[in-house]
């Protein structure tokens, strides 16, 4: 990776924080494709700074818990069949076991997956109507 890969990256990362509420937009308040990213983009300018302190601590923190309830749910089941590192790289796989493992991985991390996404479009949600609230005090 070089000097070069910071142009995609960066502009990449504002775009992220630009049009985050761009789905939302489109859903709730019945904006078309062009319509919701730019008020997307009216959303969160002048207030970029906000939107990432509040955004990246629950994108991290989801990423975190996920992974932690992964591993020890993976730790668990492992320890079940008798091989705890089984999901983790460790162990001896015999030929009918990789079947159930890439089904119990599969299950158990959409699982999780699925029931995190509640979480996390309520946080975006709840950011979402924190911004217009203070859109609408900053132009009054």
């Known amino acids: 990776l070089g000097i070069g890969s910071l142009f995609l990256v960066i502009p990449g990362f504002i775009f992220f924080i630009w049009f985050c509420f761009n789905p939302y937009l489109v859903i709730l308040d019945k904006a078309n494709g062009l319509t919701a990213f730019q008020k997307s983009k009216s959303l969160t300018s002048g207030r970029f700074l906000i939107t990432v302190s509040h955004r990246i601590p629950y994108i991290l923190f989801f990423i975190l818990a996920a992974s932690f309830f992964k591993a020890v749910l993976f730790l ?65």
């Open 76 to 140: 668990a089941i492992g320890l079940a069949l008798g091989t705890p590192g089984v999901f983790f790289g460790a162990g001896s796989l015999s030929t009918t076991l990789p079947p159930l493992y890439k089904l119990t991985e599969t299950i158990i991390v959409s699982g999780i997956n699925a029931a995190t996404l509640p979480f996390f479009i309520s946080c975006d949600l709840f950011l979402m109507s924190d911004l217009f609230r203070l859109k609408a005090t900053q132009h009054s």
